[in-house]
DNA sequence: CCCGGAAGGA
DNA sequence: TCCTTCCGGG
């Protein structure tokens, strides 16, 4: 990357860091909202990076199967999720059932390289709403109005 | 449903 | 540290 882009250390764990050894609950929605097969389950809906979990128990399913917790619930789900409020990565839609909205901002998709952009979920949200307009191109200048530029807290 | 404190596991 | 579990409260 270059300089005087400042994306946060958390994005930037090792794979040797223990924090990511395991996958973390915003990777496997960002998982799902990327795969086809689950819109009936999670989908990208309304405002951009804002998505709906349209059936609440199997994402939970979904996500304990993931983590080997096979009594995972909608309610233990969701204040992992809630967690995600302070580190600033998610918030919550008010007034909007299960609907929660990613924070771009902060968020850097580890998973999705760089040069893997084209495919990145915002991107796709973006393709879905616009009607399938190019994706803009990966300049750290797009990147910086489109993802920000925030320095580390 | 949604919230966040508290405790605890790996 | 990132949840998982449980839970009282709004």
New binding site residues.
């Given amino acids: 990357f270059k300089k005087g882009f400042a994306f946060p250390d958390?994005a930037y764990?090792p794979e040797s860091s223990?924090?990511s050894r395991?996958?973390?609950?915003?990777h496997f929605i960002l998982e799902l909202l990327q795969k086809e097969e689950y819109q009936g389950v999670i989908a990208w809906q309304g405002d951009y990076g804002e998505f709906v979990i349209k059936d609440?128990d199997e994402v939970a399913r979904l996500?304990?199967i993931r983590?080997c917790?096979p009594?995972?619930?909608?309610?233990?789900?969701?204040?992992?999720?809630?967690?995600?409020?302070n580190?600033r990565i998610l918030h919550?839609t008010?007034g909007?059932?299960?609907?929660y909205k990613f924070n771009f901002s902060k968020v850097v998709l580890v998973n999705y390289p760089i040069l893997d952009m084209a495919n990145c979920p915002f991107f796709l949200t973006q393709n879905h709403f616009n009607g399938g307009s190019a994706a803009p191109d990966c300049s750290p200048e797009v990147r910086r109005v489109w993802w920000g530029d925030r320095k580390r807290d």
């Avoid at 009594?71 to 409020?85: E, I, Q, T, V």
């Avoid at 909007?96 to 609907?99: D, E, G």
């Fill in positions: 958390w764990k223990p924090g395991q996958i973390q609950l915003w609440p996500w304990g983590k917790k009594h995972m619930n909608y309610d233990k789900l969701s204040r992992a999720l809630r967690y995600y409020y580190k919550k008010k909007k059932r299960f609907t």
